[in-house]
């Protein structure tokens, strides 16, 4: 089992050796959710093994990621998945989370990329490396294609198992997302530890679980 499923502070990784100058991809999944982590991947593809059909993750079948994670895996020359909790998320705000797991992922690359390709509007402070932001990165840029793939897979695997852990709620359907469903659950059953406290409405309707 991959270790960020069993303990969201741990992450998972490959590297290979050193070979020249080279351009990581990070995308996260998860920022909107109400419930869970949000997931942050950072990939340094191989140019000699090239992966065909990377793109947004949110435009593959889950068959089709299911396939893609275990290739990039597989065949990339660094990668690493981290998940922060939505504890240091209500403490630090999504943004920040976000930012700190972006950090998090590339420190820990081996090989050390030459670049660093952040999908979105802005590069997080604090990198230590030379980093651009792409918009609409994740279907741009094969990199970041392939760190939207591992992250999705990882948090969803990891909404499917925190469904098992706390039932009621759909987490293995909606991942979190503030479906009809979940709004309902939420009414119905309060919180649980892995909710966002400072998510709306979590935080608007705050009296009604406390």
């Not at 050796?17 to 920022?31: I, M, P, S």
């Not at 030379?130 to 094969?142: I, K, Y």
């Not at 059953?189 to 892995?194: S, T």
Request: hydrophobic share 45%; with cysteine; glycine share 10%.
């Amino acid at each position: 089992m991959n270790p960020c499923l069993a303990d969201p502070a741990r992450a998972g990784g490959h590297a290979a050796g050193d070979v020249g100058l080279l351009v990581a991809g990070v995308d996260e999944a998860g920022r909107g959710p109400l419930a869970g982590p949000v997931a942050v991947a950072a990939v340094i593809l191989d140019p000699k093994r090239p992966i065909e059909g990377l793109d947004d993750s949110k435009k593959l079948s889950a068959a089709r990621r299911d396939a893609l994670f275990d290739l990039i895996q597989a065949q990339a020359l660094a990668w690493h998945v981290t998940l922060v909790t939505a504890e240091e998320i209500d403490r630090i705000n999504i943004l920040q989370a976000t930012f700190q797991g972006m950090r998090r992922c590339v420190a820990a690359l081996q090989p050390v990329p030459a670049l660093v390709r952040v999908d979105g509007h802005q590069v997080p402070p604090g990198l230590g490396l030379a980093a651009e932001a792409l918009v609409g990165g994740d279907g741009l840029d094969a990199a970041i294609g392939a760190a939207s793939i591992l992250a999705k897979v990882t948090r969803d695997r990891w909404m499917q198992a925190l469904d098992e852990r706390h039932p009621g709620y759909g987490f293995a359907r909606h991942k979190g997302y503030p479906t009809p469903e979940h709004l309902d659950a939420l009414l119905r059953l309060g919180p649980c530890p892995e909710h966002r406290r400072s998510f709306a409405p979590l935080r608007i309707q705050g009296s009604l679980f406390d």
